[in-house]
């Protein structure tokens, strides 16, 4: 399904990145942040929980953007060009029980990856008021 045109703005990516680079590193650079992002996905695409989320959209963009999103947030040099949160998941319908199953796919990928507890809980406390824009029922 195509995506209707929109202003492009590191500001639609949900959060302020951290500052220094500390975080970027913890993640392993652009390499484990396009890993992490691949697993999230595949893991999600495959969860019986929230697979149907996925069904019919456009996962080479979901992937390109999600790593696009976690690596500005992180504070790599990368430039976001996803739509805002509230507009890429009005009509999705995601509930409480999908974000927590995304989450933990998430905390998964990023343990498979050897990001440390204290990186990860960083990075999801980050995120986490994004759950109001994501989550509409």
């Known amino acids: 399904e195509a995506v209707e045109p ?3 703005s590191n500001a639609h990516a949900g959060a302020t990145p951290f500052e220094g680079t500390a975080m970027w590193e913890a993640f ?3 390499q484990g942040v396009s890993r992490i992002v691949d697993a999230l996905v595949a893991r999600s695409t495959a969860d019986p929980r929230i697979s149907d989320t996925f069904v019919s959209h456009d996962l080479i963009r979901l992937r390109r953007v ?3 999103q976690f690596s500005y947030i992180l504070g790599g040099p990368v430039t976001y060009t996803g739509r805002d949160m509230e507009s ?3 009509d999705l319908g995601l509930q ?3 974000m927590g199953a995304l ?3 998430l905390q998964i990928a ?3 990856e050897g990001v440390a507890f204290a990186a990860q809980n960083r990075f999801l ?5 994004m759950r109001r824009d994501v989550v509409t029922r």
């Open 6 to 8: 929109y202003e492009r």
């Open 125 to 129: 406390a980050k995120l986490a008021p």
């Open 66 to 68: 999600l790593k696009e």
């Open 88 to 90: 890429s998941h009005r």
């Open 96 to 98: 409480p029980s999908d």
């Open 28 to 30: 392993h650079g652009a």
């Open 110 to 112: 990023m343990s498979e």
């Open 103 to 105: 989450v933990e796919n």
